[in-house]
Structure formats: structure tokens, C-alpha cells
């Protein structure tokens, strides 16, 4: 589980978050939904620690992220695994290789052993074997999405952090993305946290879901109770697309 | 204030460079590649600029010093001097301070707006010590061999002259390649080319690892990796000149 409590964070002098309390609950799926600009990714990545937030408290298991050492948060981040928008896959390394190099860094594994466990991964998120030997850039949007989450569970995180999973993807292959991050969070009982604002996705996986709004959490729920909200911001984003409005239409 | 917070950045991050890799085979496994890559790579180049240079220096000081007063071997001591305490450490730096640093900054910088380098961070990887450390390591490894080498093919590209055109003789350019040799010119040159093999790598990397933003910035990060490098070499140039030879 993780606990956010009363974080601020500012660049130079412009507040982005603003008094933002919030339990992640663990083997749920987490989403912070949000407009672009509304403070969302500053949010994920100030509970990664990637920004030092200004004042309040980010617990890990009621482990406080604010007040560790460098060092501290590097053996904590190796709990965590990240799916970024671009999936960041090192472009050195083929899809095989990816997945083995947080093994090699933080595992005492055997290399037969790593190379098992990359299979096994790799298999999970259901890429093909013939594509383990190919390069990042030779692989669709898609594949590498998936190869970016094996790489993420390669090490059994406790924590998955998801920013735009869906981002450049078609729906189909959303729908699909979004499935495996479901499923991997139940199997594997993880702490995920997704940020979206791919209202499909909200509807799909959402179990607990957070609507922020420039900088301040206006709103939490899950996806059933979305529909119901009478907050005008959340409607706004919820049934911008025609589609939802009339899905709100016909459940009235 | 730029200089004195991009100094203080640049110093922190060397601090977190200059640690022990959190797994040693891991840089044991890049350090061969970066050895090939910044320093055998550049191995064309020295070859093609050096025996130019070293050639063309022949004729512009054969002409240069046409005079009866002066021995005829001056124009390969001179050669040979130019060469050894200048060029094939300072103009060679300068000119692999574009294709090195370019290189490195370009190479750190797209890692970091494709995100690889958060990558890295979110893995608990020191991603400075595991991407930095390799080539600076490699490149001040590979730079007294670069420069001895740009030494000998300078001289020979000197002795072509000789050979191929009627503007010296290979003996008179034998004798002066040879006459009152100072050994000390080429330690001066190896230990003025470590300095600026560093801060070809070292500099180049801090713009990489600090780029952001899209690929125009890293074009940006990659020219300000040049033209610091190159400007730092020259003021160290300056130092190191001072204190070795003054």
C-alpha cells in the first residue's frame, strides 16, 4: 500500500500540487485520471521520487519516502517497477536482454536462471519467442509495451507504476495492454498505480480511481460511481467524447 | 550565476560518477565497447588529419625558412617539435572534442528525453556511475595511444614530403626528426592529452545527462558539449603549458 498525505510540490513558485492526500490500495488497480496540465505525472513521479515534493508524506508500506537518503530510495526502487508512455526500452539492448538487465544488476541469480525467469516474463505478457532476439526499434508500439512490463516484473516488484500506458497505442491493443496490467496486479498481488486519461481504460480497469484537477485531488471513486458524480470538472473530462454521454444518457 | 550553478552541477554529478558500479562485470562488460567505440573509431580520423597535417607543416616550414644561416635539417625538427608538443595533443583534442563529445552527448542526451535514464533511476540504478563512468574511463584510457599514434603518423605524413615532392630530402628531414630529441615533450603531450580526454568525456556527458526536452535539445546539449570542451581544453592548455614547461 502506499499513502500519500498533505504533499505540496512547487516549480519555482507555481504550485502544481496542492494538499493531495490518497491511499493506493494493494493488488488494486490505481488510477490517477486527470486533463493534461492538471498535475498528474507530477504527482506520479513525485511518489516515485523522481521530485522531491515540499512538504507532506509518501509512505511505502509505511516506509516515508521524503525522509530517506539517496541510497535509501535506490534499494526501495528496486520494489518498484515503471511502464513509461515511450516504454524508455534501452535501445542497446534486444527485447531479451532488456528484460534480463534489472536481473543482472539486483539478482544473485544464475545466468541460466535470469534467462528463465526473462522467458518466463516475456511468455506472461505473451510475445512471441522469435521476437526475443530483435531490437527495441524493431518491434511495433505494442510489442514494446509489453516487453516494458515484463522488464517492470522482472524482479517481482511490489510497486507498478504505469504512466500513459496506452498512449500511441490502437484500441485494440489498449484493451490488451490494459488487461495484462490488470491481470499481473491481482496474479502477482502489486501496489499499481496508472496514470490516464484514456477514458477506456478508466472504465475497463479502474478500481480506484482519482481525478485530480489543477493540482488538487477533487475527486475519488471507482468506476461505477463515476457515472454518478454531480462535479462539474469530473463530468467535463469523463463525457467530453460523445460516446460516454450517451452511455450516461442510457443508464439514467 | 549560469557558470557558477552549472560548475556546481557538474561537480556533483562527477561525485556521483566516481563511485564503485553497483556491479563491477557490468562496467567490465561496457568498458571494451566503449574503448572500441571512442577509441578505435577515431582511429581513421587521426590517421587522415595527422599524416595531412603532418605533411603540409613540412612545406610551410620548408618554405617558411628558406635561409642560408639555417641548417637544412630545421625543417624536420621543427616538424617534429610542432607535432609533439602541440598538435597531436592539443588541435588532435580539439578536434576529437567534435566527434567524441558530439557523440557522447547525443548518445547520453537521447537516453535521457526517451526516458531510459529515468529508466534506470526508477530500476535503483546509479545511472550517472553506469553510463558516465565507462567512457571517461575508456576514452582517457585510449587517449595517450591516439596521441602517440597521431605523433608517428604526423612524422611520416612529414617524410611523404620528402618522399613524393622535391621541397625537402628525406635525409635532411631524417636528421632533423632526430636532432637534440627531448623526450620529456612527449610525456608533457600524454599528460596534456589525459586532461583533455577527461573533459573531451567528462563535459560531454554532464550536457547529455542534463539535456531536455526533445531532439532539437539534444542538438543543443550535443553543441555545448563542443564548444565548452573545446574552450576548456584550450584554457587547460594554457595551464598545464605553464606549469610543465615554464
Keep these: ?252 | 550565476m549560469n557558470i557558477v550553478s552549472d560548475t556546481g552541477k557538474y561537480f556533483l554529478l562527477m561525485k556521483r560518477v566516481f563511485v564503485l558500479p553497483d556491479r563491477s562485470y557490468m562496467f567490465f562488460r561496457q568498458f571494451p565497447k566503449e574503448l572500441e567505440k571512442l577509441g578505435l573509431q577515431s582511429l581513421p580520423i587521426v590517421i587522415i588529419i595527422s599524416v595531412f597535417i603532418g605533411a603540409i607543416m613540412t612545406i610551410q616550414t620548408k618554405l617558411n625558412t628558406e635561409n642560408p644561416l639555417l641548417p637544412t635539417y630545421s625543417t624536420g625538427l621543427v616538424t617534429r617539435d610542432t607535432l609533439l608538443l602541440e598538435f597531436s595533443s592539443t588541435i588532435m583534442c580539439l578536434i576529437l572534442a567534435g566527434k567524441v563529445g558530439s557523440n557522447i552527448a547525443s548518445e547520453i542526451g537521447t537516453m535521457r528525453i526517451t526516458e531510459q535514464i529515468d529508466a534506470l533511476e526508477i530500476m535503483g540504478v546509479n545511472s550517472a556511475n553506469y553510463l558516465i563512468l565507462p567512457k571517461i574511463v575508456a576514452f582517457v584510457v585510449m587517449m595517450p595511444f591516439l596521441v602517440i599514434f597521431s605523433m608517428a603518423v604526423g612524422l611520416i605524413g612529414g617524410y611523404c614530403v620528402g618522399v613524393f615532392t622535391d621541397v625537402i630530402t628525406t635525409a635532411d628531414y631524417l636528421i632533423g626528426i632526430q636532432y637534440a630529441f627531448i623526450p620529456f615533450y612527449v610525456f608533457y603531450s600524454i599528460i596534456k592529452s589525459l586532461a583533455f580526454a577527461f573533459i573531451i568525456s567528462s563535459v560531454a556527458a554532464f550536457y547529455g545527462y542534463y539535456a531536455y526536452g526533445g531532439a532539437l535539445d539534444v542538438g543543443k546539449a550535443s553543441t555545448n558539449a563542443v564548444v565548452n570542451g573545446s574552450i576548456l581544453i584550450l584554457f587547460f592548455n594554457l595551464l598545464i603549458t605553464n606549469l610543465m614547461l615554464n
Design chain 1, 1 to 252: 500500500m502506499i499513502e500519500v498525505k498533505d504533499i505540496y510540490k512547487s516549480f519555482d513558485g507555481n504550485q502544481v500540487l496542492k494538499n493531495v492526500s490518497v491511499i493506493f490500495e494493494t493488488g488494486k488497480t490505481n488510477m490517477i485520471i486527470g486533463a493534461s496540465g492538471s498535475g498528474k505525472t507530477v504527482l506520479m513521479k513525485s511518489i516515485i521520487g523522481l521530485y522531491r515534493v515540499d512538504t507532506g508524506r509518501i509512505e511505502y508500506d509505511n516506509r516515508n519516502l521524503p525522509d530517506m537518503r539517496m541510497s535509501e530510495i535506490r534499494i526501495l526502487r528496486r520494489e518498484v517497477g515503471m511502464l513509461f508512455q515511450g516504454s524508455a526500452l534501452f535501445d542497446s539492448l534486444n527485447v531479451l536482454e532488456n528484460v534480463i538487465y534489472p536481473l543482472e544488476m539486483f539478482s544473485s541469480n544464475s545466468k541460466e536462471e535470469m534467462i528463465e525467469r526473462a522467458y518466463f516474463c516475456l511468455k506472461r505478457v505473451n510475445l512471441e519467442e522469435k521476437s526475443f532476439h530483435l531490437a527495441p526499434s524493431e518491434i511495433s508500439g505494442g510489442m514494446q509495451k509489453r516487453v516494458a512490463i515484463a522488464r517492470a516484473i522482472a524482479l517481482q516488484p511490489k510497486y507498478l507504476f504505469c504512466d500513459e500506458p496506452n498512449s500511441g497505442l490502437d484500441p485494440i491493443t489498449s484493451l490488451i495492454i490494459d488487461q495484462l496490467i490488470h491481470e499481473i496486479t491481482y496474479e502477482f498481488d502489486i501496489t499499481t498505480i496508472i496514470n490516464s486519461h484514456d477514458m477506456n481504460s478508466v472504465m475497463e480497469i479502474g478500481e480506484n480511481i482519482i481525478f485530480i484537477e489543477k493540482g488538487e485531488k477533487v475527486w475519488q471513486g471507482n468506476k461505477d460511481d463515476i457515472f454518478h458524480v454531480e462535479n462539474k470538472d469530473l463530468n467535463d473530462f469523463v463525457f467530453a467524447s460523445e460516446l460516454y454521454k450517451k452511455v450516461k444518457t442510457t443508464n439514467q
